[in-house]
């Protein structure tokens, strides 16, 4: 049975300090349910690590559910929904008035996540954060109030059922494009081009308005978000990024160039930027909640399968607080067979995300490059920019597919084949 890592009382977040300290208190991984699961796959009537992934995602889901044998009897699939004042200045060619009747058309299940969490065999919520009330316009005041930033995270966090075997995250909201596209840039650098992409249909003129639109409430907040940092330092950053001869922007000024990965102290001792107060200023209340429901099941032992940009987006502010690191690709490994630790390492985030997977990578501009960032490496690839968490429930079936090889497939005693010689 499950022996889950519980906050309880659950963590206070009545201050982003308090909030910040609830981030960094992250239970780790069951190393013991871990080397139990390596220990029967090395016996499974197939050469080592023959199932490539599909190894590594029973080994994540068993480690974290601390169980020896993982299991998917209850799958939650949880949609946050949220308005954006940016939506004022024209970066969605649908008016806000949608996103509560798509929140209707979830309930009276006439959306395609409903169709998909029937097939994922998934229970499905959605919670409209404050009564889907709309956020400010962040390119002339910060999208959010300290009191409505935790109300929302906090939100998130109560949402998340502690019986769940694994919590699948989407979100709502016309707009919230822009946001996450911003809120990548505040946090890992760039310009509102770099990061802006077609959202729910815009055209070329469209995107580049979306960019401009950005790029004012970057220069907006600029002060507010980062420290100065050296040109160089930045240029070099950027660099790394987004590649060389890359026009460079003021919004490089607020991003996180020469930071420390936990946001305490940057290069040479100058004081770094705030994750938090970027989601803050930049981000929505769905994607606070998104954080929110992703720090409830660090804290209960809870795998999450992240949807696309904007999901990813929203968690990235924990990423960036607790050091999250890529970690390469998973490979073919040797004809001795890969060592399943080392394949549970490889492709997967660190930090704050460990407990994560991407379920897919969206056709959304930005969300290739901030996976990368971020560590994270895609279960799917099939265009998809729809949201709803509809790739994380296409994703389900596939977890299915490694929990049923692993607990199913005979050994090589059982099953009285010969082994390797």
């Given at each position: 049975m499950k022996t889950s890592i519980l906050h309880d009382p659950k963590p206070s977040i009545a201050s982003l300090a308090s909030l910040r300290a609830a981030c960094m208190a992250l239970p780790g991984v069951d190393a013991v349910a871990q080397q139990q699961i390596a220990n029967r796959e090395a016996e499974l009537t197939k050469?080592?690590?023959?199932?490539?992934?599909?190894?590594?995602?029973?080994?994540?889901?068993g480690g974290w559910q601390k169980r020896a044998r993982p299991q998917l009897e209850q799958v939650q699939i949880l949609i946050f929904a949220g308005n954006h004042g940016v939506v004022r200045q024209g970066v969605s060619p649908w008016p806000q008035d949608v996103?509560?009747?798509m929140v209707q058309n979830f309930e009276s299940g006439g959306a395609a996540i409903n169709q998909l969490a029937r097939v994922a065999e998934a229970r499905l919520r959605v919670v409209p954060v404050l009564g889907l009330a709309s956020t400010a316009d962040f390119t002339t005041a910060p999208a959010m109030t300290e009191a409505a930033f935790l109300e929302a995270v906090r939100t998130g966090y109560d949402a998340v059922p502690r019986d769940c075997d694994l919590l699948c995250l989407g979100e709502m909201g016309i707009g919230n494009t822009t946001?996450?596209?911003?809120?990548?840039?505040?946090?890992?650098?760039?310009?509102?081009?770099d990061w802006a992409g077609r959202g729910t249909g815009l055209d070329a003129t469209g995107v580049a308005h979306k960019a401009r639109v950005i790029d004012a409430a970057l220069a907006y907040h600029k002060a507010e978000m980062a420290a100065a940092q050296g040109t160089s330092a930045m240029e070099?950053?950027?660099a790394k990024l987004f590649g060389a001869?890359?026009?460079?922007?003021?919004?490089?000024?607020?991003?996180?160039?020469g930071a420390s990965s936990n946001g305490a102290s940057g290069a040479a001792g100058l004081p770094a930027y705030d994750p938090l107060e970027i989601a803050r200023r930049l981000?929505?209340?769905?994607?606070?909640?998104?954080?929110?429901?992703?720090?409830?099941?660090?804290?209960?032992?809870?795998?999450?399968?992240?949807?696309?940009f904007v999901c990813t987006a929203a968690v990235a502010p924990l990423a960036r607080l607790t050091g999250n690191e890529a970690k390469g690709t998973v490979g073919a490994g040797t004809e001795a067979g890969p060592g399943l630790e080392d394949q549970a390492r490889s492709g997967a985030a660190t930090g704050g995300l460990a407990h994560t997977r991407l379920s897919h990578c969206s056709a959304e501009a930005g969300h290739a490059r901030l996976a990368e960032k971020l560590g994270l490496v895609p279960l799917l690839d099939l265009g998809l920019r729809l949201g709803e968490a509809s790739g994380a429930a296409l994703a389900v079936p596939l977890l299915r597919a490694a929990v049923a090889c692993h607990t199913g497939m005979a050994t090589f005693a059982q099953a009285a084949v010969s082994g390797r010689t």
């Open positions: 050469p080592a690590g023959s199932l490539g992934r599909l190894e590594e995602l029973t080994h994540w889901l996103t509560a009747q946001a996450a596209s911003a809120l990548a840039a505040g946090l890992f650098g760039g310009t509102g081009a070099g950053e950027r001869g890359t026009p460079a922007s003021a919004a490089q000024e607020a991003g996180s160039h981000g929505g209340y769905e994607l606070a909640a998104l954080m929110g429901a992703t720090l409830a099941a660090r804290h209960y032992g809870i795998p999450v399968l992240l949807d696309g």
